[in-house]
Every structure is written in C-alpha cells, then in structure tokens.
Nanobody
Framework: HVQLVESGGGTVQPGGSLRLSCTAP????????MNWYRQVRGKKREWVSS???????NYADFVKGRFTISKDEPKDTVYLLMNSLQPEDTAMYSC??????????????????WGQGTQVTVS
C-alpha cells in the first residue's frame, strides 16, 4: 500500500515549469519533515530541497532561485514548483520523509520513507 505518492512530472521544454506534488494521507506536518531528491539513472541521488515542521525551507545551490517547496496541510501535500527548467534538471524526482506510516499515522523513523518517484524530462 503506497503511502507517499508523487505526481506532476512530465516533459517540458527548456525554460518551462512544472509543479510536482507529494501526497501523504494523514501526514503529520507537526512532526515530520519532507525532502525532494532527484536521480539520473546511473548517477548518484542528490538532495534538492526540504521543508521542516516549522515551515522553514532549504535548497540545493543548483536550484536556488528556480525551485520553490511548499506545503498544503489540509491536502496532506508538499509541492515542488520548478521554474526555468534546464536539460540538466532531467531526472526522477522523489519525495522522502523522516517518518514512517503505521496504522494510518506517521512516526519519526531513522530509515524514513520514500515515494515511488515521478519522471521530469526537459528537452
């Protein structure tokens, strides 16, 4: 049973925009952080952005000024708005939290929990 679902990926031309969504039913925004990562096949996964329980955000240098992470708590969703996309942004984007789902609730976990990913292609 998938507990963390990404969506919003697709193919866009250079300079275009996409908004990714990461939906986690019953997510505990007051307990859990959420991160976005990306990975190109055959290359190392890299961290992109995070949003903490207090709403503070952080970004990797290569997306600063172009990407914006936000959350909509009533919708149990974290977004990643990606502007000025370039071919080097092409990757599988995944969200990851520092919590684990159990019995419909989310608890802090050392291992965390990943979504299945959504592909972004800039071409």
């Amino acid at each position: 049973h998938v507990q963390l679902v990404e969506s919003g990926g697709g193919t866009v031309q250079p300079g275009g925009s996409l908004r990714l969504s990461c939906t986690a039913p019953g997510f505990a925004f007051n307990t859990c952080d959420m991160n976005w990562y990306r990975q190109v096949r055959g290359k190392k996964r890299e961290w992109v952005s995070s949003i903490s329980t207090d709403g503070s955000t952080n970004y990797a240098d290569f997306v600063k000024g172009r990407f914006t992470i936000s959350k909509d708590e009533p919708k149990d969703t974290v977004y990643l708005l990606m502007n000025s996309l370039q071919p080097e942004d092409t990757a599988m984007y995944s969200c990851k939290t520092n919590c684990m789902p159990l019995g419909g609730y989310w608890f802090l976990s050392d291992s965390g929990y990943w979504g299945q990913g959504t592909q972004v292609t800039v071409s």
